[in-house]
């Protein structure tokens, strides 16, 4: 069996972090997310993955390649234009199978996928949909099941009076080809706002896997926070075994910490970066290459690529874009 992820968005509530790469290339504990993705998808014997890239196709091919390094083998389909969740299926529908799971490219979970694969066939579902309880079901699609765990509605950011229900759409599904094929081609069409509502109204057979795992949508700065949290912390069930850091502070090749440096924990620093005499990081997201000067204090914040503070700045709960440089005089803030 094969896998589809879908990382064609432009991932702009993680701005500034994605003005210059992908949701997906975003470090989680030092490592890019979809990493994460594909050990899943391996842990589970899938080893043929297909990307939809649409937006920086380059920067994804450059890092995940053939997929080799990673033990898997990854093809890609691109689009011009974004083509939407179910018109990007289509588009790569020449590379799935006859039963294909899809995923949305910025879900951090350890989801049991063997299980949900035996609820689709005990199901004999056309597509099933993994869904997740969340206490705010209004950022996400509202799923309505019936006795037999079959889905009877599907409501993308339902407003308020809607919420019936706290299960919501996970964005891992398995689809037949059947409902591959009633996609339109070449067209911009949405999985969660036309395809699913249809196939309901159709009567297909769209079946609910309710997941209890850990599960987390990082495409928000705190969500994006979090994960890397909880992966840091051992809130996740470890995929690679390296994560998990006991004191709650991990620090990647190559950096050099002053030994009179304070870091109070969780504190995740990335490859290459300088952390010079008595500067102060509390519960920060440092990315690769960054440059912290002399008694500078860093709290609540992530800090891109490259950024440079100097020393003595003041840093509170900001996100720092890739190359940001902060003066004494800069203002706290989303940079
Ligand atoms: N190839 C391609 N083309 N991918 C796309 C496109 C597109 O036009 N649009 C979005 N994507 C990808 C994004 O990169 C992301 O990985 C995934 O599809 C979902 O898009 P988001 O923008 O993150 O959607 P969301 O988080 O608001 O809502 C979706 O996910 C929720 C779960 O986190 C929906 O599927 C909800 O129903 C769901 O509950
Ligand atoms: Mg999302």
Request: hydrophobic share 40%.
């Amino acid at each position: 069996m094969k896998a589809l992820i879908l990382i064609g968005g432009e991932g702009t509530r993680l701005r500034p972090l994605t003005m210059d790469t992908l949701k997906c290339m975003a470090p989680i504990a030092n490592r890019n997310f979809i990493e994460y993705q594909i050990a899943l998808l391996k842990k589970y014997g899938i080893n043929d993955i297909v990307l939809s890239v649409c937006y920086m196709p380059e920067k994804v091919k450059e890092i995940v390649g053939n997929g080799k390094k990673y033990g898997v083998r990854i093809s890609y389909t691109a689009e011009k234009l974004p083509l939407g969740t179910a018109g990007a299926i289509k588009n790569a529908e020449k590379l799935l199978d006859e039963t294909t799971i899809v995923m949305n490219g910025d879900i951090l979970t350890d989801i049991k996928l063997d299980e949900m694969l035996e609820c689709h066939i005990s199901k004999n579902a056309d597509a099933t949909i993994a869904l997740h309880e969340a206490a705010d079901p209004s950022a996400y699609g509202l799923v309505i099941t019936d006795a037999q765990g079959m889905i009877t509605r599907f409501l993308e950011k339902p407003k308020e009076s809607e919420i019936t229900s706290k299960w919501i759409n996970a964005g891992i599904y398995i689809f037949s080809r059947k409902v591959i094929d009633m996609i339109p081609s070449g067209l911009n069409v949405s999985l969660e706002r036309q395809t699913f509502p249809l196939v309901i109204d159709t009567k297909m057979r769209l079946a609910a896997f309710k997941s209890s795992q850990y599960w987390l949508d990082i495409g928000k700065i705190e969500k994006y926070m979090q994960a890397n949290f909880d992966v840091l912390q051992g809130r996740f069930e470890s995929l690679f075994g390296d994560e998990i850091a006991d004191t709650g502070i991990k620090t990647g090749h190559g950096s050099i910490i002053d030994d009179r440096a304070v870091l109070s924990s969780p504190v995740i620093i990335g490859k290459k970066c300088r952390v010079a005499a008595e500067a102060r990081i509390e519960r920060s997201i440092i990315w690769d290459n960054v440059k912290i000067g002399e008694g500078a204090v860093i709290t609540n914040s992530i800090i891109g690529n490259g950024c440079v503070v100097e020393q003595g700045c003041v840093i509170i709960n900001t996100v720092a874009g890739a190359g940001s440089v902060f003066t004494r005089f800069t203002r706290s803030g989303t940079k």
